[in-house]
Nanobody, 127 residues
Framework: QVQLVESGGGLVQPGGSLRLSCAAS????????IAWFRQAPGKEREGVSC????????YYSDSVKGRFTISRDNAKNTAYLQMNILKPEDTALYYC????????????????????WGQGTQVTVSS
């Protein structure tokens, strides 16, 4: 059974950092593309970043490029999202998701590509 469990969210001041984790079970993490999405209150879910399964190629939305880093630890079967220089507009519920393919592809930000989702972890950036 495929499961994704996010953790690491919390309250942080602007300019601070957080690292989110996505623990996977029921499949091997480096076989499929894994993405992070976020959804703020009253807004649509937004693709934040993706890491391809086979070659580890990474993709980022313009809003987080240069501040966030996606990675994975195959031995722990866990993906991560390191978030630096956090801004109030980064406040959202963050989800990890598994693609049905091994590569992120040009539409990695399209949530319809993802079959499995975690329950989400809340990130709040506020002073």
């Amino acid at each position: 059974q495929v499961q994704l469990v996010e953790s690491g969210g919390g309250l942080v001041q602007p300019g601070g950092s957080l690292r989110l984790s996505c623990a996977a079970s029921g499949f091997t993490l480096d076989t499929y593309a894994i993405a992070w999405f976020r959804q703020a209150p009253g807004k649509e879910r937004e693709g934040v970043s993706c890491i391809s399964g086979k070659n580890g190629a990474t993709y980022y939305s313009d809003s987080v490029k240069g501040r966030f880093t996606i990675s994975r630890d195959n031995a722990k079967n866990t993906a991560y999202l390191q978030m630096n220089i956090l801004k109030p507009e980064d406040t959202a519920l963050y989800y990890c998701a598994r693609d049905f393919r091994s590569s992120c592809g040009s539409r990695w930000w399209d949530e319809l590509q993802y079959l499995y989702w975690g329950q989400g972890t809340q990130v709040t950036v506020s002073s």
